[in-house]
């Protein structure tokens, strides 16, 4: 059992920094490092809904204004409606990075998300892992 817990930690300590530096690195975004970078540089204002893609991963376009200069995004924002206000957070010394609500509200969900995997995919990993080692074992020893 003691085997099984620490294999669970590592694994699961695995799992969190391999998917946080894959979004990290290959987003768009750059996932929830773009979130840290808007929760600490961030600023809010107020932005419209111009579009929504229910069927594209619940894709809703927004636009805001700066210094009458109107700058668009996008998020995945199931729950908006073309037309309605906003909150959107962004960088003021580059406004294209940005995404609606609170930065700190979206770095959290990666965070928590990286951690359930964590806590999940290890133990499925391990039993597989137990399974075909069994399998081999009993394998080798019926051949014998």
């Not at 987003?27 to 229910?54: C, E, K, M, Q, S």
């Not at 700058?71 to 206000?85: I, P, S």
């Not at 962004?90 to 998300?113: F, Q, V």
Request: glycine share 10%; hydrophobic share 40%; charged share 15%.
């Amino acid at each position: 059992m003691k085997r099984f817990l620490i294999m669970w930690l590592l694994g699961g300590i695995a799992t969190i920094v391999a998917t946080a530096t894959l979004t990290g690195l290959t987003l768009a975004n750059h996932g929830w490092w773009g979130y840290l970078t808007l929760t600490r540089h961030g600023v809010t204002i107020d932005g419209v809904v111009v579009r929504t893609d229910p069927q594209n991963h619940c894709l809703a376009e927004y636009t805001f204004n700066i210094d009458d200069r109107q700058y668009r995004g996008g998020a995945a924002e199931c729950g908006v409606t073309v037309g309605e206000m906003v909150l959107v957070t962004y960088l003021p010394e580059s406004p294209m990075h940005s995404c609606i609500g609170s930065a700190r509200d979206h770095l959290t969900n990666e965070l928590a998300s990286f951690a359930a995997g964590g806590v999940i995919f290890p133990p499925i990993l391990i039993a597989a892992w137990r399974r075909r080692r069994k399998a081999s074992t009993i394998e080798t020893t019926t051949q014998i």
